[in-house]
């Protein structure tokens, strides 16, 4: 009789556990998801920004003895793209959207760095800023994928996880391409580089607790 209690009790006591961890999952889940949908509206209208710009680096880079940097500009404009089409399927499975404002200020500035990029390309030290300034936003980039993949691990919505982690890898390529061109001009020996991008691995140890 007092067996069959004690195993009642313990039934309860671990229904109730499950319940409290349910209840923990969903609050994450809700304190999480919120903070995952800004960071992907951003790094999407991020994207579109980028695109624009390359457009401008590229057809600055027209000339022949710049073959390289154009076709390797074209390469990472479509990469960025293709982050875009990502990102906008991941808001999808989010039930949310790109944000208009934000597509709008971020794809101004964009056309904006794109004119720059052709108007400035006879003076000289442009093609040093045009790099530095891409390199420095593609550091930024790397970081933003990583917060949202912590994002998306403590939201519960794993399955987005090594696709955010992929993006930042690419964003790191670019950046460490960036890097390579600024160091092989002079103007680098008298101006630092920005600082390195942040790492892009999740800590398992970190697996367990909300991030
Ligand atoms: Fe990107
Ligand atoms: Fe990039």
Redesign the pocket.
Known sequence: MQTEANTAQAQGAKREAGQQAGQNIGQNSEQFTQPLIKLLQSAHAGELA?AHAYEGHARSLSAPEHAEDYREIRR?QR??MEHRQCVAHMLQLLGAGPRPSRERIMGLIGHVIWRLCVWTRPLWGSWYVAMFGAGWL?ST?VGEYVRAAHCAKAAGHETMVPELLRMAEV?RE?EAFFRRRCQSHILSRYLPLWPPPENSTIDTTQEKTPL
Do not use: L, R
Request: proline residues 0%; without cysteine; negative net charge.
């Open positions: 980028a990472i990469e960025e593609e980039n964003e670019h």
